[in-house]
């Protein structure tokens, strides 16, 4: 039986903080109501954000969603 593909959001967070005058995860979390640890858990990828929450990550950096986090497919 084949197993039916999953999908995983991968994120530019790290790299749009770099970009931004090397924005911290706590300068971050500061600006979109959350803890450095939840910065932290999106941008690994560990804890997927609501869709409030991308949306205000994404309107810190003034970029689309879709420069923020995108979805690829992985088979399991």
Known sequence: MAKAPTCNIRNTI?????HAGEMTQAE???KIGVTRQ???????????????????????FNVPLGEVFMREKVEI
């Open 38 to 60: 939840t910065v932290l858990a999106i941008e690994a990828a560990k804890y997927p954000p609501s869709l409030e929450l991308a949306f205000r990550i994404a309107e810190v």
């Open 14 to 18: 790290r790299s749009l903080r770099f």
């Open 28 to 30: 971050l979390a500061e």
